[in-house]
C-alpha cells in the first residue's frame, strides 16, 4: 500500500474507533435510563447496579409476566387486577417472588394471558393489604419470540383463549367515555 | 491477492458484469419470492396465539434483517472509496441507499402493523424501535448528501464519512432486544442453536428471505448499472452503447 492510502486508511480507522467508543462510553452512561420498564424485583428492591428505586406517585412503566390465578375481572365493568412477577428464565412462579399489582380500567389487548409478559404505564402507588401497585392507564402485551402453530401449543398445554367481554361490561365502558 | 477484482474498477468491465447477473438476480427471486410467499401466506400454519396476524413476520423480518445487511455493505463500499478512493465504490453506495431507506420503512410499517393489534399500540419509543427508525434518518442523510453536491467525488466523501459514523447504531439495533428490556420480543430466528420456531414455520421463512435477498440484488445491481452510465456518459463507451441502442 503507499503511504497515502496508510495515511487515509489510519485517519478513517481512527475516526470509526472515536466514534465506536463515544458511543459505547454514551451507551453505557445512559444504560439505566434507555431500559424500557422497570421489573417488579427492581420497584421493591431498587436496581441492581444503582439501586435506584422509583417513589411513590412517580409515572413509571413495569414489565414482568401475569401470575396465574392473580387475574381478577369486575363483571360490571371493564376493571380488572393482576399481579406481576419478574421475567426470568426458566418459568415458575412462587409466592415469595417480589410482585407488582397492577389495576386497570379498559380492554386488554389481544395478546394478554396469564403467564403472558407485559407492559403497563402508569403511577406507583401503595395500597396497605397487596403493597406495592400500579393504576395503570396503559397496558401493553409483549410477545415472546416463540411461535407455533395451534396443535403444538395444546399438546405443550399451553392456554391461548384472549379474554373476551359482556355486554355488560362492554356498556359500562360506553357510559364512561360519554 | 486483490488481482481479480482490479478489472471491475473499470466501470465498462462492471457495467457488462451487472448485464451478465441480471437475469440470474431476476429469475432467482421470481422463483424464492413465489414459492416463500405463497408458503408463507397461503399454507403455514397459524400461531397458536397471533393466529393469521404472525404472518407479517415473512416480510417483517427479511426486510429489517436487509435494512442492516444494506447499510453494512453500503459502510464497506464507503469505506473503500474513502480509503483507496475507487469511484465504483461511491456508485455502489449511490445505489444501495434509497434500497436500504425502502426496506427500513417497510421494516417500520410492518412492525406498527403488528404491533397495534398484538402489543396494543402502533408505536413505543423503546430500544429497538427508535435504533431503527435512527437507522432511516441515516438512510435519508446519506441519500441527501449524495444529492447536495454537483461534484460526485465530493458527495461520495461526504456521504461516506456520515456512513461510516453510522456503523455504530447497527450492533445496537441487533443487540438492543438483548442490552436493555424492551417491549419488541428478542430475535427468533438468528439465534444461536435452534430457532424458537416450529419447522413447517421456519422453512417458508427461509425461502422467502433467501428471495427478498435476491431481489435487494437485483434493485441494488439495476440501480448500480444506471449509476455507472449516468457518472460516465461522456466516455466514448456510453456514447457507443447509446448509438448501438437507437440504431
Known amino acids: 500500500m503507499n503511504p497515502r492510502r496508510k495515511k487515509r486508511l489510519a485517519i478513517v480507522g481512527s475516526i470509526l474507533i472515536g466514534i465506536g ?4 462510553l454514551v451507551l453505557y452512561a445512559l444504560s439505566q435510563n434507555i431500559d424500557l420498564f422497570f421489573t417488579p424485583s427492581e420497584i421493591t428492591q431498587g436496581k441492581k447496579e444503582t439501586g435506584l428505586k422509583p417513589s411513590l406517585g412517580q409515572r413509571i412503566r413495569i ?13 360490571e365493568s371493564l376493571k380488572v387486577s393482576f399481579k406481576l412477577s419478574d421475567m426470568t428464565m426458566p418459568i415458575v412462579f412462587k409466592d415469595s417472588d417480589p ?73 359500562s365502558k360506553k357510559a364512561n367515555s360519554y | 491477492m486483490w488481482k481479480w477484482l482490479h478489472p471491475y474498477a473499470n466501470p465498462e468491465v462492471s ?72 469511484k465504483l465504490a461511491d456508485a455502489s453506495a449511490a445505489a444501495m441507499a434509497p434500497v436500504g431507506a425502502a426496506f427500513t420503512a417497510i421494516a417500520l410499517i410492518t412492525g406498527a402493523a403488528w404491533g397495534k393489534p398484538m402489543w396494543g399500540t402502533w408505536w413505543i419509543w423503546d430500544a429497538r424501535l427508535t435504533s431503527e427508525l435512527i437507522l432511516l434518518f441515516l438512510y435519508l442523510g446519506v441519500i441527501a448528501l449524495h444529492n447536495a453536491f454537483e461534484d460526485k467525488n465530493l458527495a461520495g466523501k461526504a456521504a461516506g464519512i456520515l456512513t461510516l459514523v453510522g456503523v455504530v447504531n447497527i450492533p445496537i439495533i441487533k443487540y438492543s432486544v ?42 441494488i445491481c439495476l440501480r448500480f448499472r444506471n449509476e455507472i452510465l449516468a457518472r460516465n456518459s461522456i466516455r466514448p463507451w456510453v456514447r457507443e452503447l447509446v448509438k448501438k441502442h437507437n440504431s
Request: charge should be negative; include cysteine.
Open chain 1, 21 to 24: 467508543a463515544v458511543a459505547g
Open chain 1, 63 to 75: 414489565g414482568g409476566l401475569v401470575v396465574p390465578g392473580t387475574v381478577k375481572r369486575d363483571p
Open chain 1, 99 to 171: 410482585m407488582v399489582t397492577v389495576y386497570y380500567e379498559g380492554i386488554l389487548p389481544d395478546l394478554f394471558r396469564e403467564g403472558q409478559g407485559i407492559v403497563a404505564n402508569g403511577t406507583l402507588a401503595e395500597h396497605p393489604p397487596t403493597g406495592l401497585s400500579i393504576e395503570a392507564s396503559e397496558v401493553l402485551a409483549k410477545h415472546d419470540e416463540n411461535y407455533m402453530p395451534a396443535e403444538l401449543a395444546e399438546a405443550a398445554g399451553q392456554k391461548h383463549d384472549k379474554a373476551t367481554y359482556s355486554e355488560k361490561q362492554l356498556e
Open chain 2, 15 to 86: 457495467y457488462h458484469l451487472t448485464n451478465r447477473l441480471l437475469p440470474w438476480l431476476s429469475a432467482f427471486s421470481a422463483i424464492f419470492l413465489s414459492i416463500g410467499l405463497v408458503w408463507a401466506l397461503l399454507f403455514a400454519p397459524a400461531d397458536y396465539q397471533q393466529g393469521h396476524s404472525f404472518r407479517i413476520f415473512y416480510i417483517h423480518v427479511p426486510a429489517a434483517s436487509l435494512s442492516m445487511g444494506i447499510y453494512v455493505s453500503m459502510a464497506i463500499a464507503a469505506f473503500s472509496s474513502l480509503v483507496w478512493q475507487l
Open chain 2, 178 to 219: 438483548e442490552w436493555w428490556n424492551t417491549l419488541h420480543q428478542g430475535s427468533t430466528v438468528s439465534k444461536l442453536g435452534k430457532p424458537s420456531m416450529s419447522l413447517d414455520m421456519l422453512w417458508p421463512f427461509i425461502f422467502c428471505f433467501i428471495g427478498f435477498s435476491f431481489l435487494v440484488a437485483l434493485i
